[in-house]
């Protein structure tokens, strides 16, 4: 009967794995002894104890965590075996053990005993891509194994896990890019033509200007939503003179050129091309990568939704040819915008209750030479 149950259980398990929600965070610990025979229950014995202290530990650290222990399922499925001989149906109790098996990260313990020694060994995998996270281990006497050496382990393994968000920060985090580009040119030199010398003038200006307020809310591990305001105005202005307009070969004339290019445009709102259990969702992430040097940096990529972008075209020209003042007076085009900036580091570890920053700094942008004001705020909290 009761491995009746424990197949119930795996097939259960199987099915809510894929489908599992990764808003919950679980540790599942399980153990096992490497010993003689002899030795197996006073090990399997300081292994129960081992995880019920270990679990105890973990939970103070991270509230946010369901903590099983490979004891607690053992203890469950006898209680469900004996149910089941007195003919109860514990069809729920079986689901409710397996979603509780269904773990993010997996803690396993081992006692291995050779010769009276013993090594306590710990260590700690994501669950889902078994990567390895934390690793300890001890060398003692089997037979004087005590509590301080379990917490030496179990502190060691805990030192391991703070460069790894067990349970998500969460929180809002803005960030407000400025651009800016003022610009101003004027080329005079003595041109000669038609048999005279004459003077060629050219004056050009630019002034850029683009503001974008992000505000993105870390919602778990992965997920994320929020909003932009972007706006943006760029103008320039060429005013020329040209008394040597070569129009044809060997052939000069004056030729006056005046333009004025305006563009602007506004953007609301995030576009929404990912996809989170088939639904549409903010195209929106807050990554944060901690350090084993005790720092921390956040990355912060969005994406707005798509808008349009009007230019405005002020042409006259006197002079030959003609052609350019035959360009269109105004135009649009399809534009968005984007932000992927990293910032830190800064000093913190995963196992902080809080992460918080503020700062403003400007550098300028190496592709269009514009000059940006960065200001980032962000007060993230985990449970």
């Known amino acids: ?91 729920d109790a079986v689901t409710q053990l397996a979603s509780n098996l269904d773990c993010t990260y997996m803690i396993h313990l081992q006692i291995n005993v050779a010769g009276g020694t013993a090594i306590l060994t710990a260590y700690c995998i994501d669950y889902k891509t078994t990567k390895a996270l934390s690793r300890a281990f001890l060398t003692t006497s089997f037979s004087s194994i005590s509590l301080a050496n379990y917490d030496k382990v179990n502190k060691d393994l805990i030192e391991g896990l703070k460069t790894t968000e067990i349970c998500p920060f969460k929180g809002e985090v803005k960030v407000k890019v400025t651009s800016s580009k003022k610009d101003q040119n004027r080329d005079e030199y003595l041109a000669s033509c038609n048999n005279g010398d004459w003077y060629y003038r050219k004056i050009t200006k630019v002034d850029n200007f683009s503001e974008s307020d992000w505000t993105i809310n870390k919602r778990g591990l992965r997920s994320a939503e929020g909003n932009v305001n972007f706006n943006i105005n760029e103008e320039s202005l060429t005013d020329e003179t040209n008394p040597c307009y070569e129009y044809a070969p060997n052939k000069f004339k004056q030729r006056t050129f005046y333009e004025k290019i305006t563009s602007y445009s506004s953007l609301q709102g995030l576009s929404k091309e990912s996809e989170s259990g088939g639904i549409k969702v903010d195209d929106a992430r807050v990554e944060l990568t901690f350090f084993e040097n005790g720092t921390y940096s956040i990355r912060v990529k969005a994406a707005s939704t798509r808008g349009v972008k009007k230019t405005l075209r002020d042409i006259k020209v006197d002079g030959v040819p003609q052609n350019d003042a035959k360009r269109p007076a105004s135009s649009t085009n399809k534009i968005d915008a984007g932000i992927g900036e990293i910032f830190g580091p800064f000093t913190g570890n995963a196992q902080d209750r809080t992460l918080s920053q503020r700062d403003t700094f400007t550098r300028i942008n190496p592709a269009n030479g514009e000059e940006e004001t960065l200001t980032f705020e962000f007060n993230l909290t985990r449970n």
């Open 1 to 91: 009967m009761k491995r009746i149950i424990i197949v119930s259980l795996l097939l259960i398990l199987s099915r809510i794995v894929l489908f599992a929600d990764d808003k919950k965070t679980k540790i599942y610990i399980n153990s096992s002894a490497v010993c003689d025979s002899s030795l197996r229950s006073d090990a399997n014995s300081k292994l129960v104890y081992w995880q019920e202290n270990l679990a105890n530990k973990l939970q103070d650290i991270y509230n946010c965590a369901i903590i099983n222990t490979q004891h607690e399922v053992y203890t469950a499925l006898e209680g469900m075996r004996r149910e089941q001989l007195r003919g109860v149906n514990n069809d």
